[in-house]
């Protein structure tokens, strides 16, 4: 196993560094003439293909490699606790920090830069530089940095974020849990493109979205549009309750590949100044990368249309407005808002998106169409029960249609049959419709 290989490879390193940094008998003048495993013919290996996408070299590999050994051989890090006999302290130069109630200790930037370089000074500079510099680990998402301070580097804490052990060491796709720290859920379907029932104008521009996904990209980079059309694209749907803006989202994903994430702006808005920003930051820190279509639902929680500044949280929740915008504005992947109300939305944030899409309630003909494809095939009706005459007869969106197909097949299922009932379905439609506030028609 390559990974097993890349671990023992490290272990030849640090035994190796300490003895040559204590003058003992070594097979190595340098560290460096220990040969990494090699990369070609490893196509099953997850990790081996990510340093090779990646282009990483000896020094990369050793800080990558250095990340998991506290999850993987952990043992390999006692040899760094080893006393000082003039000080009675551990050895400052092996870097690392505890890690806690059981004992252990985990590894920092400064113990890299000592595997790497020993006790050289330019050397160790020279690594320092580079690595902070690094496009991939110099992130919040590798390092922990207690104090953002540059001298401190050294002390900066190798602690890579759960996704990138699911996905690097594991090989697994990371979908993290909801929760203060990331308000979002992973939202998918098991149903098909064909399944979106439109009316025509809206299925047009939602299948341009859908275009641009497939083929923004290649058309930047291809038609050297880069320096004039920006790599993100962002929508703004609005419509009823009901209507398909958050089912359109997902089949967007499922349809080009993407994972879709829902993020409940009325949730996430806080009272408390910066916390907003906070609460939606590792949102954008794990989306960035993985091209993740991001779909924020109740939109006018944060862009709904403001009177006036009154008070100082007035000024700041408009700068947490012009956040979102920013992080938005600078995702590079699709973004849609979703909202019931258009109206609802200032215009001037309107503006910021290259696609408004309106929502409409189905008409007779897309209802009766929702009716009958709703319902499972293995089911069948009464003799009086007429679909058309009920597309007709009742305006309701596409979610309201599906809980009342829910409420008529949970009572056939329970009566053994498979025979839907007109009463029933007019039950459920009750039901929905007083949801709404609305009477049901003799």
Known sequence: MFIEKELQWLTDIVVARLKLYFNQECSVDDVRQLVPPPLDEVQDSVYAR?????????????????????????????????????????????????RGMDGGIKPTLGTALFLLAGDEVSRRLELAD??????????????RKENADSSTFSNWTICPSEDLLDEIVFGRSFVPDFSSNFPAVHISTTRIWDDLVLDETTMRLVEEI?????YGDRVRKEWNLEHKVKPGFRALFYGPS??????????????????????DLSMVVSKYVGETEKNLSK??????????????????????????????????????VAYLLQRIE?????????????????????????????????????????WRETFSSSCVFEEDFDLKVLAGKYEMAGGSILNVVQYASLMAMSRSEKLIRKSDVIEGIRRELQKEGKMMEA
């Open 210 to 214: 859908k275009l641009w996904v497939e």
């Open 242 to 263: 009901g209507s398909g803006k958050t089912f359109t989202a997902t089949l967007l994903g499922k349809a080009t590949g993407k994972e879709v994430y829902r993020i």
């Open 283 to 320: 949102v954008f820190e794990l989306a960035e990368g993985r091209n993740w279509i991001l779909f924020f639902d109740e939109a006018d929680a944060l862009f709904g249309k403001r009177t006036g500044l009154k008070d100082a949280h007035d000024r700041y929740a408009n700068q947490e």
């Open 50 to 98: 990510f340093v090779q996408s990646h282009g990483m070299g000896f020094n990369d590999r050793v800080l990558l490699m250095l990340a998991w050994v506290p999850y993987l051989k952990p043992q390999l890090l006692d040899c760094f606790q080893v006393k000082n006999s003039d000080t009675g302290q551990r050895f400052v130069e092996f870097g690392c920090v505890e």
């Open 330 to 370: 600078d995702y590079r992947g699709l973004v849609v808002l979703s909202t019931n109300l258009k109206s609802n939305i200032d215009e001037a944030f309107a503006r910021r998106f290259q696609s408004v899409i309106r929502f409409p309630m189905p008409d007779a003909g897309q209802r009766e169409r929702l």
């Open 130 to 143: 580079y690595f902070t510099r690094h496009p991939f680990f110099a992130t919040a998402s590798f390092f």
